[in-house]
């Protein structure tokens, strides 16, 4: 793994989470209980802290810091879709931050709010708890019902035991075992 001090900033993981061999944490990062982090993800806690919550997923090739002084939040049950980047923002419990999403400094995302794929939630900008934004600013164009509630929480529930499962079964191979 690539877990790293800075300048006597060290991170804490907790004992039941799963941190991908290729991804990358450095500094002041605090991961809580049954977080998955995913191949490529990068959490720098150089200058800033960053805090992950309980259950959360950080998918493959997302990007988490924050400014000097100041401290990323994403709280409980939050699915950050791959290649998301959220900077000195705050991510709600439960919410969805979609594939390839910006949270930029001091957003706030509400508690299950989701965040469609490809949308950039601008410096300081709010989304509602249970609100849906997208676009290019990020702008609410719904809300969240309790259909789309249940089937997340099922979502969740799946990346949830992937830290204990990747854990147990994932496997490296070597050359003989794969190349046909």
């Known amino acids: 793994m690539n877990i790293y001090s800075f300048e006597g900033r060290i991170p804490r993981i907790d004992v039941t989470s799963y941190v991908s061999p290729s991804a990358s944490i450095i500094g002041k990062v605090t991961v809580g209980k049954n977080v998955w982090i995913g ?12 805090e992950i919550g309980d259950y959360t997923a950080v998918e493959d090739n997302c990007v988490i810091h924050a400014r000097p002084g100041e401290k990323t939040v994403i709280g409980k049950h939050v699915t950050l879709g791959h290649l998301s980047l959220v900077h000195t923002g705050t991510v709600g ?24 794929e490809g949308a950039v939630v601008k410096n300081r900008s709010e989304i509602p708890e249970r609100k ?49």
């Open 132 to 180: 849906i934004a997208a676009g290019v600013p990020a702008k609410v164009v719904g809300d969240i019902n309790q259909d789309y509630i249940e089937l997340w929480t099922k979502y969740k529930e799946n990346y949830n035991s992937f830290a204990n499962r990747y854990k147990e079964n994932l496997k490296p191979l070597e050359a003989k075992q794969y190349i046909i």
């Open 39 to 50: 191949p490529g993800a990068v959490l720098r806690g150089d200058y800033g802290e960053i």
């Open 93 to 116: 419990d439960w919410a969805v931050v979609g594939m390839g999403s910006v949270i930029s400094d001091f957003a706030r995302i509400g508690e299950w709010a989701a965040i469609a």
